[in-house]
């Protein structure tokens, strides 16, 4: 019986070893050595408030504003409208208190189906396209090539990553900025603060079904086994990060799907980047795109793959590059 119970053992440490081998070499031969940064024609242009055709400035030119706002949107047309009042009230209010404070608001229409750029060109026409700007991509690319692209067309001192659905309070803006100036001297002017929700686990665990709870707590075991350690909430959409950093860690990140903030955190500490995990009013807002299940199953591919390509050397953090 223990000859045979050893015989299984062997088996499955055989079994194993040979999946992980395979997913490791998967992993390998489908890598693409250099993220996917070009641009389509028509994406390096915006349409300023006459419907006119302007290029779109550089993430490498000098900054020329204090805080850029990039919002991913994919047919966001109804939730859209309430994230863009709070984020402009707040914004040209501060304004009116510190004429100094300069911003403008990206929206990254992400090959929406539906009315999103329209909408959005609606605010790019109140307010003036120098401070609401809209950019259009051919093609659906996922949440992270939209802030990518928004982040590379950004001209802030200090880029801000927001979602369109506005779940987080845009005054908690100055909490992230708070975290920011506290990670000072920013090495190579380079720090990123992080908005968490992990203060509001236990009360989002009592709303959540049990599937969904140790769904949530398998995701965070693979991100800390994997990817990225000390940050507890990886996944809220409110990220702040000086310009320097916003250049270096996007321009080395591959992911265009959910998972990307785990790889643009990777590559942050794996370049020594300070981060801060602030702590934000959050709620949660109906219409959410994520599928629980099948979402999750493609993040956790992503994480492992994340890994596995680094490890492997078949990605690679990139030195400073130009897009094209």
């Not at 999946?19 to 915006?46: C, G, N």
Request: charged share 25%; net charge positive; aromatic share 10%.
């Amino acid at each position: 019986m223990a000859s045979l119970l050893l015989q299984l053992a062997g088996l499955v440490v055989a079994l194993a070893a040979a999946a992980l081998i395979l997913v490791s070499v998967i992993a390998f031969i489908t890598a693409t050595k250099m993220p996917p940064h070009h641009r389509h024609e028509e994406e390096k242009f915006f349409l300023n408030a006459k419907g006119q055709k302007e290029t779109l400035p550089s993430i490498w030119d000098s900054p020329t504003k204090q805080l850029s706002v990039v919002v991913p949107s994919y047919n966001e047309e109804k939730r859209l409208p309430v994230m863009m009042d709070e984020a402009l009230n707040y914004l040209e209010e501060r304004q009116k208190q510190d004429p100094k404070f300069t911003f403008e608001v990206v929206v990254v229409d992400d090959g929406s189906q539906d009315q999103t750029s329209k909408v959005a060109l609606k605010y790019s026409q109140k307010y003036g396209s120098d401070k609401v700007r809209v950019v259009t991509l051919v093609r659906n690319r996922g949440k992270g090539g939209a802030v990518r692209m928004g982040v590379f067309s950004s001209r802030g001192e200090k880029i801000l990553m927001a979602d369109a659905d506005g779940a987080t309070k845009f005054p908690d803006v100055e909490k992230l900025e708070k975290g920011l100036s506290a990670l000072q001297p920013w090495p190579d002017q380079m720090a990123i603060a992080c908005g968490s929700r992990a203060h509001l686990e236990k009360e989002s665990i009592a709303q959540r079904s049990y599937f969904r709870t140790l769904l949530m707590y398998g995701f965070h075991f693979l991100v800390w086994f994997l990817c990225v350690k000390g940050i507890r909430d990886t996944q809220c959409g409110f990220k702040l990060l000086t310009r320097e950093a916003a250049a270096r860690t996007f321009s080395s990140l591959h992911i265009e799907r959910w998972a990307f903030d785990v790889e643009l955190l990777y590559i942050a500490q794996f370049l020594n980047i300070p981060v801060a995990e602030v702590a934000v009013n959050w709620t949660e807002i109906d219409g959410s795109k994520l599928v629980p299940f099948w979402s999750w199953l493609q993040m956790g591919k992503d994480l492992l793959f994340i890994r596995l390509r680094y490890l492997m050397g078949a990605w690679k953090i990139e030195p400073t590059r130009k897009t094209s």
